[in-house]
């Protein structure tokens, strides 16, 4: 671990549970305009918890999805220092797990970045 | 790279490994070529409605016209075909103005979910392997609607799922649903069920599905062999990376099929308002 980075961990570990919740709402978020931007204006994802990201009838085809969640994981890594591999760490849950909405979605990774950063 | 653009890319080049007819096939009874089963696919999804001379077929998404040409030799009817490929048109045009059918099958370049056409246009709705593209199913389900006259038929034909595909599916496979992507185009694969719902969501009556997967199967098998011995002229319209990546794209597509993941189906409903 680096300086820089020991710094970031070692700032992180005071953080509630709340204030990563928001933190990682906001970049679901955020994610979500930059994935609005490349769609057509009728088919945009709508900016709530309640949001379906993947699935029958869901509004990202399968590549978007894929996208979603690796800029999910890459801002979980430049915002929070944290590395964290969805795909990995869901493989216990059936179905879609923690993908079936952004606030399942939060919700998991929020303990996820919780946990690690408890324990480094 | 969007839809439209990915077809204008792809047209001629797949021209050279599907034939005039680009989409499956229905392989049956040991027949082995590509055209016959093209032609056997369209046989077999018209026989889910009734086409005569005085019908007026609406074709979804027509590449470059064949299936539109086909039925209309076949059966005397008269068909709009519309797409949003506008080098797609162009070759449809232009062979049916050679065949001399100019007057009965006519070709525009229009959007499938806002297509201009009248309320109670149509007798059938042809969709033919292009609503994987739409993400909107039930918005093109509403514009099919729209068009036809009430007691016509919407007929679907399409690569769809035949099971719960779920998001870590979606996650394990990135690399391989890249490549497909890449070389097939963005797409939003549903299930046979899924297409069930959303049809009589909107209405649709004595809806009908048909799962056809082995007889859609040894296509892939033909598309690979086509280009591997038309690479030259595929080359004339393809970079190497575009080359190989269809290769690639029949492999994963063949793997998925035989996993049971990947299949392909045919839908059709009645318009009785």
């Known amino acids: ?120 | 790279m969007d839809n439209r653009s990915h077809y204008n890319h792809v047209t001629d080049a797949w021209m050279f490994i599907m034939g005039d007819n680009l989409h499956y096939g229905y392989f049956d009874n040991g027949d082995t070529d590509l055209q016959k089963a093209t032609d056997a696919l369209i046989d077999n999804f018209a026989s889910m409605a009734r086409i005569d001379e005085d019908t007026s077929v609406l074709d979804v998404g027509c590449g470059i016209g064949g299936p539109a040409l086909y039925l209309h030799e076949k059966f005397g009817c008269h068909i709009s075909g519309i797409s949003t490929s506008s080098r797609g048109i162009e070759i449809a045009k232009a062979k049916s103005k050679e065949k001399g059918y100019s007057e009965k099958v006519r070709f525009y370049t229009r959007d499938a979910l806002d297509n201009g056409f009248p309320e109670d246009t149509f007798d059938i709705v042809w969709v033919m392997e292009s609503s994987h593209l739409m993400r909107n199913k039930g918005r093109l389900f509403e514009e099919n609607y729209r068009v036809l006259r009430n007691g016509g038929r919407m007929l679907l034909c399409d690569q769809m799922l035949l099971k719960e595909f779920t998001a870590r599916d979606v996650l394990r496979y990135r690399k391989e649903l890249a490549a497909v992507e890449k070389s097939f185009g963005k797409a939003k694969v549903e299930t046979i069920g899924f297409y069930k719902a959303k049809m009589g969501e909107r209405g649709f009556t004595d809806i009908e599905t048909i799962d056809i997967s082995e007889q859609a199967f040894p296509t892939l098998i033909k598309w690979k062999e086509n280009i591997q011995h038309k690479k030259d002229s595929v080359l004339e319209h393809f970079s190497e990376d575009d080359f190989n990546n269809f290769i690639l794209s029949c492999d994963i597509l063949m793997d998925l099929f035989k996993n049971g993941i990947w299949g392909y189906g045919l839908v059709s409903g009645t318009k009785q308002s």
């Open chain 1, 1 to 120: 671990m680096t300086r820089e980075t020991s710094k970031v961990v070692s700032s992180q570990k005071g953080l509630r549970v709340e204030d990563i919740e928001n933190q990682i709402q906001n970049i679901l978020f955020e994610i979500i305009d930059e994935t609005n931007d490349r769609l057509p204006e009728d088919e945009r994802i709508e900016k709530e918890k309640s949001t379906q990201l993947y699935g029958e009838g869901a509004a990202l085809d399968s590549m978007e999805f894929v996208n979603f969640i690796v800029a999910f994981e890459q801002r979980i890594q430049s915002d929070l220092d944290v590395t964290v591999n969805l795909e990995e760490e869901t493989a216990e849950f059936p179905g879609d797990g923690p993908f079936r909405s952004i606030e399942t979605l939060a919700a998991y990774a929020t303990k996820l970045i919780k946990e690690k950063i408890d324990g480094q």
